[in-house]
């Protein structure tokens, strides 16, 4: 479903609110003291571009349909010309074959995936402590 010349408006940095949604996120998956040091990284990361075809891979996730209402959602912001916002990533490590984890911005990967999967995505990487 790519299409030629599709045109998507990031802002410059996360919104302030995906912080508290990746820590949310992240608390299922480890402690207080790892979430913490890692949205303290991500905030402190500079902001990177990575394919979401390759974000998609290095996770491990299933591309969700453009019918899922959240995806929906955000490729009518992406037709709209509205501005999405960076995502947040953790970054695994190929060698004990722990995957990425997307801490907050899972929908807007697979509506760019859908959009064209070679567009690059603005994100900020943290390291696990």
Request: one cysteine or more.
């Given at each position: ?10 802002k ?12 949310d ?56 010309g ?10 695994g ?18 509506a ?18």
């Amino acid at each position: 479903m790519a299409t030629d010349n599709i045109s998507v408006q990031w802002k410059d940095e996360p919104e302030e609110h995906d912080y508290p949604a990746a820590a949310d996120y992240l608390e299922l998956l480890a402690g207080p003291k790892v979430v913490g040091a890692v949205v303290d990284d991500l905030r402190a990361g500079p902001v990177v571009y990575k394919k979401a075809k390759d974000i998609l891979r290095a996770a491990g996730l299933e591309l969700l349909p453009p019918e899922n209402s959240h995806v929906r959602r955000d490729l009518i912001k992406i037709n709209n010309g509205k501005s999405l916002s960076p995502i947040l990533l953790v970054r695994g490590d190929f060698r004990t074959g722990t995957p990425m984890v997307i801490a907050d911005g899972y929908h807007r990967v697979c509506a760019i995936h859908w959009a064209d999967e070679n567009i690059a995505i603005p994100a900020k990487i943290a390291a696990m402590p």
